[in-house]
């Protein structure tokens, strides 16, 4: 039997709908060279359905993928709700990637139009020719290119009508956006969200347990707009109607934390590459971060000196969250239970540095080599799976690793503990562990023991072939500027014995100019593996 | 074309095993005569699992309704959870309406079986002999009753296996709890919740903007269990592991505030009376509210002295909900928005006594007596309607009052003006507004300035049938136990003339002893009109 609720929708048009509503005074702040660009949800709004209206002028259908390839800017949100409000599907691009990558997913994802900014269009110009199904370019500025025959995006809106009445959306499984990861082996991925899953992620930020969005917040993910949908905070923010805020191509570690002080932002999320840059720099400087409340971390783990840091000295909060592409990115987050608020400082620290609890409507298991279950009682490792309305069934028009979806739980590739408290502890990726000698070796460990010394910057552990071992583990640090003359490798291996056992202790540390990065920011081991294949092991 | 986002149903279960699996530790903790009763959500879902098998073992097959009918307790939480986890149907009856009302609700659900309290043993034997589908009968209790047969509760799970395997909800759409409304006219109606109106209903509670609920609250709706799913507290709170406190009958305003301090209560909820009752209390007697962070107040408006008596006295916020058994309550929240927040105190008071903006999922707009829709202007008047995923669509198994369901809407009766800020004002139900000589007056708005009154405990204003301009407003008033002796009517009538138009002012003031209140606590107005219907006007 039934029960007889509305059969209500969930869908991007009502986040829209809500924002013009209710929240039609409050603002969208995007940055520019000539002072921040600002605007309410009201204005927001007209644009939004003369957009809305040009997709459907263009020919673009339900169901139709439209690209977007730009910074995080108010046009950009204006494609974030337009193209999923006319039942179309909103695939943000990665800028960051290779132009044989590019041609490879808008091709793949056959997007009809391809919408960019035009600091991009260098990069647009050598993917461009390789194009199959892309009907229109439209330039995000004032100005075409002719070059690329690409029409100007306010040209083409200003010629829109105001009163544009957007189709309705009478499924919530419709598909809304799409995101490909290179998180992989093998081609890119796309991940297609629905509409379902966009407001239900969109709810569960919003509750006081895991990022707790409101009203008052004045939001500012320093995470791209084209990776797994900035985390969410574009369509939360609108939907509690929080004030926007976005630093369009200006993401520098002195821009970010500029913009933070300026627009008196509350809320911002990142991963932690950024967050090392920006301690760097308050180092130096002081800004005026009184307004902020919360940080939240991502994307890799979070060093315990990160935290401290934050907290000592400007009393915020630095949370940490766990998430993929394939999760929307939302899995779960490091919030400390009321019943552990008993133990000290330290004990509650061991907590604040995992993954975390699952958020609500995820649910989690992890399984060892064989497919079991393993247990939680914070010793036994095994593959993290999940499950839930936001994580992929499977990836978007491809059969290539379909198993790692099974049993209707998805196989994220990070091998975890999970303690007796559910906290689930990443302790590496399936492809990044250490096995020396038939026992296996954390690097992710080792990285946030490294990245919490107070010289070092940025670090990476890698497995590099051993002849006796098979394979050990090998430190690659970058120390910070003060440092960077008179570094002392040996102090740091010995600091590392001091807290890890020694077959642990990697056999060499390798001081460079820089951590490699990924298209998202996040320290690109794969590179650094490559870099040091031939690594020769000191003697002895 | 669809997402591929996993299919998972939201559903109660998923709710419980959030609980068991990550909240283990935290307390359900119920009033009793000797002490309270405290256990874990470890031992609740043990004995959930029981009880679950104890239904199957009845019987009970999914869509069956299964009766509740007892006080806030732990038991009847048990109840909450087992019998939707089996795909059953959780009716929560009102314990406090008359034997014939409840004979005719348990028949019309076809409700298989009854739980009940020892306590309300004498009640259910008043009509037990008249229903017609109930085949068990059992009461909450270590001692069977013989002459009610009914088995007892605690001897019935005690035989049940703790291995017990849920059966999968597979349709989120499916049934999962019943409640009858009495506030219609005609027959109570019941409201047939889903599996998925609960658990977004759940996650609305917990968003920062609404309740904000989270897992280091402590949890104490002062709402019965068999009224709306007290609020969606129950839920809500396992949902995101908040402790659960519960009164048992002990619902005397002292009794209530000795939990609240005694347990550390830290959000509580219910409807104005309780709290005027308790605000008595508090004028005489000092009670420790440290820890309470948050009082919702909804059924009824919030008098403005209420917010202030809080505020002032406690720095505790008093916030108005509005919402309807129809829907699952939450309908909207008297959040004050980040832009109102430069007015003055005043200034947002006159917003905090307003209903407030809808909650996230709900839609409003309200209809005059043409059925077009008004403006938000704050002035003109409509009906409201609401819509959303978890507002009924239609009663269940009746077509009585299917008028109330049209193109998607349901009409709630409630006469609202809406101010540009998208705040609903309610000033009247449809049934209880006062039109003199072709004017309307709120007979809410005058509620609202006599209970803010110093000498004034309860009020409420009624029309009443005048000759010359067809009805005019009574207002009935009880005096605080200092004034009853030397209450001064025309102090009060002088009182509203400084607020209101003459032509609003009551023309007289009756002085009784108590307003008679409904089953779930309101002021009782229907009762009212009846005892004045032959009221004589004062001459001149």
Same mark, same amino acid.
């Given at each position: 039997?039934?029960?007889?609720?509305?059969?209500?929708?969930?869908?991007?048009?009502?986040? *829209?709908?809500?924002?013009?509503?209710?929240?039609?005074?409050?603002?969208?702040?995007?940055?520019?060279?000539?002072?921040?660009?600002?605007?309410?949800?009201?204005?927001?709004?007209?644009?939004?359905?003369?957009?809305?209206?040009?997709?459907?002028?263009?020919?673009?259908?339900?169901?139709?993928?439209?690209?977007?390839?730009?910074?995080?800017?108010?046009?950009?949100?204006?494609?974030?709700?337009?193209?999923?409000?006319?039942?179309?599907?909103?695939?943000?691009?990665?800028?960051?990637?290779?132009?044989?990558?590019?041609?490879?997913?808008?091709?793949?994802?056959?997007?009809?139009?391809?919408?960019?900014?035009?600091?991009?269009?260098?990069?647009?110009?050598?993917?461009?020719?390789?194009?199959?199904?892309?009907?229109?370019?439209?330039?995000?500025?004032?100005?075409?290119?002719?070059?690329?025959?690409?029409?100007?995006?306010?040209?083409?809106?200003?010629?829109?009508?105001?009163?544009?009445?957007?189709?309705?959306?009478?499924?919530?499984?419709?598909?809304?956006?799409?995101?490909?990861?290179?998180?992989?082996?093998?081609?890119?991925?796309?991940?297609?969200?629905?509409?379902?899953?966009?407001?239900?992620?969109?709810?569960?930020?919003?509750?006081?347990?895991?990022?707790?969005?409101?009203?008052?917040?004045?939001?500012?993910?320093?995470?791209?707009?084209?990776?797994?949908?900035?985390?969410?905070?574009?369509?939360?923010?609108?939907?509690?109607?929080?004030?926007?805020?976005?630093?369009?191509?200006?993401?520098?570690?002195?821009?970010?934390?500029?913009?933070?002080?300026?627009?008196?932002?509350?809320?911002?999320?990142?991963?932690?590459?950024?967050?090392?840059?920006?301690?760097?720099?308050?180092?130096?400087?002081?800004?005026?971060?009184?307004?902020?409340?919360?940080?939240?971390?991502?994307?890799?783990?979070?060093?315990?000196?990160?935290?401290?840091?934050?907290?000592?000295?400007?009393?915020?909060?630095?949370?940490?969250?766990?998430?993929?592409?394939?999760?929307?990115?939302?899995?779960?987050?490091? *919030?400390?239970?009321?019943?552990?608020?008993?133990?000290?400082?330290?004990?509650?620290?061991?907590?604040?540095?995992?993954?975390?609890?699952?958020?609500?409507?995820?649910?989690?298991?992890?399984?060892?080599?064989?497919?079991?279950?393993?247990?939680?009682?914070?010793?036994?490792?095994?593959?993290?799976?999940?499950?839930?309305?936001?994580?992929?069934?499977?990836?978007?028009?491809?059969?290539?690793?379909?198993?790692?979806?099974?049993?209707?739980?998805?196989?994220?590739?990070?091998?975890?503990?999970?303690?007796?408290?559910?906290?689930?502890?990443?302790?590496?990726?399936?492809?990044?562990?250490?096995?020396?000698?038939?026992?296996?070796?954390?690097?992710?460990?080792?990285?946030?023991?490294?990245?919490?010394?107070?010289?070092?910057?940025?670090?990476?552990?890698?497995?590099?072939?051993?002849?006796?071992?098979?394979?050990?583990?090998?430190?690659?640090?970058?120390?910070?500027?003060?440092?960077?003359?008179?570094?002392?490798?040996?102090?740091?291996?010995?600091?590392?014995?001091?807290?890890?056992?020694?077959?642990?202790?990697?056999?060499?540390?390798?001081?460079?100019?820089?951590?490699?990065?990924?298209?998202?920011?996040?320290?690109?081991?794969?590179?650094?593996?490559?870099?040091?294949?031939?690594?020769?092991?000191?003697?002895?």
């Amino acid at each position: 039997m039934h029960g007889l609720m509305m059969d209500t929708q969930l869908s991007v048009q009502l986040i *829209l709908e809500r924002a013009k509503q209710f929240f039609p005074k409050k603002e969208v702040i995007t940055r520019q060279a000539n002072g921040n660009h600002r605007y309410t949800y009201a204005d927001f709004y007209q644009r939004v359905l003369r957009l809305a209206s040009l997709l459907q002028q263009l020919g673009i259908k339900p169901g139709d993928r439209v690209g977007t390839f730009a910074w995080n800017n108010y046009r950009h949100l204006e494609l974030y709700f337009a193209i999923p409000c006319i039942g179309a599907v909103l695939h943000t691009i990665n800028i960051r990637l290779a132009a044989d990558q590019l041609t490879y997913i808008i091709n793949h994802a056959e997007d009809q139009a391809l919408f960019f900014d035009p600091s991009l269009a260098p990069l647009v110009k050598q993917f461009a020719p390789h194009l199959e199904t892309v009907k229109n370019f439209i330039v995000m500025d004032e100005i075409p290119i002719e070059e690329l025959n690409a029409q100007s995006y306010e040209k083409l809106i200003s010629e829109q009508p105001t009163d544009f009445v957007l189709p309705k959306i009478t499924d919530e499984n419709m598909a809304a956006g799409l995101c490909y990861t290179s998180g992989t082996t093998g081609h890119p991925k796309g991940v297609l969200y629905s509409h379902r899953s966009i407001y239900l992620h969109s709810m569960a930020i919003c509750m006081a347990d895991m990022m707790g969005l409101c009203e008052r917040d004045r939001t500012f993910p320093v995470v791209p707009m084209f990776h797994a949908n900035a985390w969410g905070y574009p369509f939360a923010s609108a939907l509690v109607g929080a004030t926007q805020v976005f630093p369009n191509h200006f993401m520098q570690p002195r821009d970010i934390i500029q913009l933070i002080e300026q627009e008196k932002v509350t809320v911002t999320a990142g991963v932690p590459t950024i967050w090392l840059g920006i301690m760097a720099l308050l180092e130096h400087e002081n800004f005026n971060l009184e307004n902020l409340r919360l940080i939240v971390i991502g994307g890799s783990a979070v060093p315990v000196s990160m935290i401290e840091y934050f907290q000592k000295r400007y009393n915020i909060p630095v949370v940490q969250a766990w998430g993929m592409t394939e999760t929307s990115p939302l899995g779960s987050i490091a *919030l400390v239970k009321s019943n552990l608020l008993s133990l000290s400082d330290e004990e509650q620290m061991s907590y604040r540095v995992k993954q975390g609890i699952p958020a609500a409507c995820v649910q989690i298991r992890a399984v060892d080599d064989d497919g079991k279950e393993i247990e939680w009682n914070g010793e036994a490792r095994g593959e993290l799976q999940v499950r839930g309305p936001w994580v992929a069934k499977s990836y978007f028009n491809t059969t290539e690793r379909a198993e790692a979806f099974c049993d209707g739980w998805f196989s994220t590739g990070d091998v975890v503990a999970i303690d007796p408290e559910g906290y689930i502890a990443i302790v590496d990726r399936t492809k990044d562990l250490i096995k020396s000698g038939g026992e296996w070796i954390s690097s992710v460990d080792l990285e946030i023991a490294l990245l919490s010394h107070p010289k070092i910057q940025e670090a990476a552990v890698i497995a590099v072939p051993h002849e006796k071992w098979v394979e050990r583990p090998l430190a690659c640090v970058v120390p910070k500027p003060a440092y960077s003359e008179q570094f002392d490798k040996e102090e740091v291996i010995n600091y590392l014995k001091s807290k890890f056992a020694p077959w642990w202790i990697p056999n060499a540390v390798e001081v460079i100019k820089e951590i490699p990065k990924t298209s998202v920011g996040k320290f690109d081991k794969k590179r650094l593996r490559i870099m040091y294949q031939d690594f020769q092991w000191p003697v002895g």
